[in-house]
């Protein structure tokens, strides 16, 4: 127990930081997850083609390589860089990786709402003069959202929990990568583990619920 | 009276196939300004189909639909804009599940038409009040039954002043006890000199309503003429059969 106390401001900065990347990281991933399902939904072949690629391509990646990539190849080789702070740098670098991860299941997510929206929906629309952007943005994607809200909270409960592999990115400041760092000074500990362990369930648990309350309170009737 | 003689919509030898089925043979019809066309036949004739390619939600194969002077255009903008022309009311209402009937009827004024909300919200309890929904503008679709449902459909097409309106079986998908609060409705707005399509399969509105029956069958216009002429007299065999089996109850 001891060196969970020694240790806690220590590990809580940690927290602080997968808190950080998860709010970057899920704003990111919402707005592209929205843009890429509407590319997959879209009437233009291209963008539709794209979408599908990115999808295909990101989603069956491993988070591992989609973040050293992001890291070695964007960062370090392409020169795409945020701050000449490594710290900064590697945050904003895991950041974007881990939200363009997630986008593609944001997109996937997304799109099984869409088929929940009934085909007669978007005629209506159609039929009054909205353009196909005003059918999506007003009619299709509001109630698709609200489909898939607890679905949603899932993909994001999983993102905030693949923050701990930041250090695949270069960021070693969040809390798992402190674990390992106290653990290969101090011998494995059990306490700090399940410290950890507990950290995260606050982090998540309060997420499932409150998406599976809110998907319950947005439910379109029909 | 309506000045019957300019067209609003000319259909030329309009084809459509879906897949092998041959579904709009050669149609060439006209509608005129101010008129009533009622649109009746067998299910599976091309009715839904004939209808639904006048705003363009069914693309056409051959042949041209003229709206207004203008062909219909292909897509876009100029697309958008042609069906803000034209209100369209169909079978399974497609209100807008996630907003209430006040918005149901302002989302087009106020996203196509640019009109200021408050102004089209005035507009919109007129037409509510117009249908007998008003006490009901703040509540979702689900919460409405099914004539109320399709009446606010018809206050949400007339929201954009349309040349004319589309009615796709108004009223098929109605309990039997609400069909006629919706077809009242639709009797008053052609008495207001509204020009509309109607497919459906309401012998008595077409009676009541229509300036000009069209029977349709295996995808062709078998018979064109006036209600009376139609229901008392059909010309052809197989309208006279079509009639015999649902008149005879």
């Known amino acids: ?222 | 009276m309506t000045d019957h003689s300019t067209p609003l919509v000319k259909l030329e030898n309009v084809n459509k196939h879906f897949g092998a089925l041959h579904v709009l043979k050669d149609i060439n019809l006209t509608v005129s300004r101010g008129e009533v066309l009622v649109v009746i036949g067998p299910s599976g004739g091309g009715k839904s189909t004939l209808c639904r390619a006048i705003n363009r939600l069914e693309t056409i194969d051959g042949g041209q639909i003229v709206f207004d002077g203008r062909p219909l255009p292909a897509e876009g903008k100029a697309l958008a804009a042609l069906r803000s022309e034209v209100g369209m009311v169909f079978q399974s209402f497609n209100l807008f599940a996630h907003k209430t009937i006040r918005e149901n009827v302002t989302l087009g004024p106020v996203k196509v038409r640019g009109i200021a909300r408050d102004k089209a919200n005035a507009r919109a309890m007129e037409l509510l009040e117009r249908v007998g929904i008003a006490a009901q503008a703040d509540k979702y679709p689900a919460q409405l039954s099914g004539g109320q449902q399709q009446r606010v459909a018809i206050a949400r097409a007339l929201a954009m002043d349309p040349k004319m309106i589309l009615f796709d079986e108004p009223t098929s998908a109605l309990d039997p006890e609400m069909v006629q609060e919706v077809l009242d409705v639709m009797v008053a707005l052609a008495r207001d000199g509204m020009t509309m399509v109607v497919v459906t399969h309401e012998m008595g509105f077409a009676r009541k309503a229509a300036n000009r029956v069209v029977f349709m069958a295996e995808g062709q216009i078998v018979e064109e003429s006036t209600p009376d002429e139609f229901f008392t007299n059909a010309r052809t065999e197989r309208a006279k059969d079509f009639l015999s089996k649902i008149l005879t109850h």
């Open chain 1, 1 to 222: 127990m001891d060196e969970l106390i020694t240790y806690g401001p220590q590990l809580l900065e940690g927290f602080l930081e997968n808190i950080k990347l998860s709010l970057v990281a899920g704003v990111f991933a919402l707005i592209v997850g929205t843009l890429l399902v509407a590319m997959r939904v879209s009437p233009t072949p291209v963008l539709r083609a794209a979408g599908t690629v990115y999808v295909n391509v990101v989603r069956n990646t491993p988070l591992t390589l989609v973040l050293a990539f992001s890291a070695l190849g964007l960062s370090d080789t392409l020169g795409l860089v945020f701050s000449g702070v490594p710290r900064t740098n590697s945050f904003w670098i895991v950041s974007l990786g881990l939200g363009a991860y997630t986008a593609a299941f944001v997109c996937e997510a997304l799109r099984s709402g869409i088929n929940t929206v009934p085909t007669g929906q978007a005629e209506a629309a159609r039929a009054i003069g909205l353009t196909f952007f005003q059918t999506l943005t007003l009619i299709i994607l509001p109630q698709a959202f609200r489909a898939v809200v607890a679905p949603l909270g899932s993909v994001f409960i999983a993102m905030i929990k693949n923050t701990t592999v930041a250090t695949a990115g270069g960021l070693l400041t969040e809390s798992a990568a402190n674990m390992k760092e106290i653990f290969d000074t101090t011998g494995a500990s059990i306490p700090i583990f399940l410290g950890i362990v507990a950290g995260f369930m606050i982090l998540t648990m309060p997420i499932g619920f409150f998406t599976g309350w809110l998907s319950q309170r947005l439910a379109v009737v029909r």
